[in-house]
């Protein structure tokens, strides 16, 4: 229930996740009585709040820094790679999420088919033929709830390391 301030000002808090619209109504009240046909309530009011829901930040944990390959090994998977995804609020299951992943400092012509993670968490990428070397990469998962009233579509970064060491043939 809302608080009224001896200043004029509302106070309330709003349980986890709740959005909708409420109408409360209220009247203002004095200690100087009603003698002499005197009024001590004012007329009765309305107010409406609208409280709008907002986009929460998807999450996941990336719990390995460093992926491992080896030169011309085919199609490279790794189940889990990402866990304990989750689309932010509970209001979000419908949310569609999708990872981003961002290369530097990318060894030339490494791959064959870039790295990518699928909404499962599972990596995957190929070499290049002959291709050796290393990739840092920055994973990134976003939604498509938006960013309105502040909402925040956008997961915190995670980097790792993907090194593609050579089969070197004796």
């Known amino acids: 229930s809302p608080i009224f301030n001896t200043d004029g000002s509302i106070r309330f808090v709003l349980a986890p996740g709740v959005h909708g619209t409420s109408t409360i109504s209220f009247s203002a009240s004095d200690d100087g009585g009603t003698d ?32 491992r390959a080896v030169e011309d090994a085919g199609l490279y998977s790794q189940q889990d790679f990402v866990q304990n995804i989750s689309r932010g609020a509970l ?8 990872f981003n992943i961002t290369l530097t400092s990318v060894s030339p012509n490494l791959f064959d088919l870039e ?6 968490g599972t990596l995957t990428f190929r070499t290049a033929s002959g291709a050796y070397g290393s990739a840092t ?28 060491a050579s089969s070197c043939i004796a």
């Not at 209001?91 to 999708?98: A, G, I, M, V």
């Not at 790295?115 to 499962?120: N, R, S, T, V």
């Not at 925040?152 to 390391?161: G, H, N, Q, T």
């Open 137 to 164: 990469a920055a994973v990134q998962l976003t939604d498509n709830g938006g960013t309105e009233y502040g909402g925040s579509d956008k997961s915190v970064s995670f980097v790792y390391l993907l090194r593609a």
């Open 91 to 98: 209001h979000e299951s419908d949310q569609k999420l999708y």
């Open 36 to 67: 002499s046909g005197g009024q001590n309530t004012s007329k009765t009011e309305e107010l409406t709040f609208v409280i709008v829901k907002t986009n929460v930040a998807p999450t996941f944990d990336m719990p390995s820094e460093i992926v």
């Open 115 to 120: 790295p990518f993670i699928d909404a499962q």
